[in-house]
Nanobody, 115 residues
Framework: QVQLVESGGGLVQSGGSLRLSCAASGSVSNVVHMAWYRQSPGLERELVADITKGGLTRYVDSVKGRFTISRDNAKNSVYLQMNSLKPEDTASYYC?????????WGQGTQVTVSS
């Protein structure tokens, strides 16, 4: 059973940066796609970025050029570097597989961007 724990969120001003981390209790090195999702109040959870085992990445259009997803299979970790943050990036951020598995959803980490 894999447990995913997100960290690194916080309050930041518009234009600032944050780096989110996702630590897996079990091995995710063989998981082909890992991803970051986010959810704002009243909205559906959306896929922000995903990454294959080999490092190929995809991003939702709204974060392209600003966010970078990466993974360290040896450390069973996935990261999301977020630069040039905007107020509309405010959300709870979660990591999971892609597509997501219900049993892997964690508590998430809150990102709040002030204008």
């Amino acid at each position: 059973q894999v447990q995913l724990v997100e960290s690194g969120g916080g309050l930041v001003q518009s234009g600032g940066s944050l780096r989110l981390s996702c630590a897996a209790s079990g091995s995710v090195s063989n998981v082909v796609h890992m991803a970051w999702y986010r959810q704002s109040p009243g909205l559906e959870r959306e896929l922000v970025a995903d990454i294959t085992k080999g490092g190929l990445t995809r991003y939702v259009d709204s974060v392209k050029g600003r966010f970078t997803i990466s993974r360290d299979n040896a450390k069973n970790s996935v990261y999301l570097q977020m630069n040039s943050l905007k107020p509309e990036d405010t959300a709870s951020y979660y990591c999971n597989t892609s597509p997501p598995r219900v049993e892997y959803w964690g508590q998430g980490t809150q990102v709040t961007v002030s204008s």
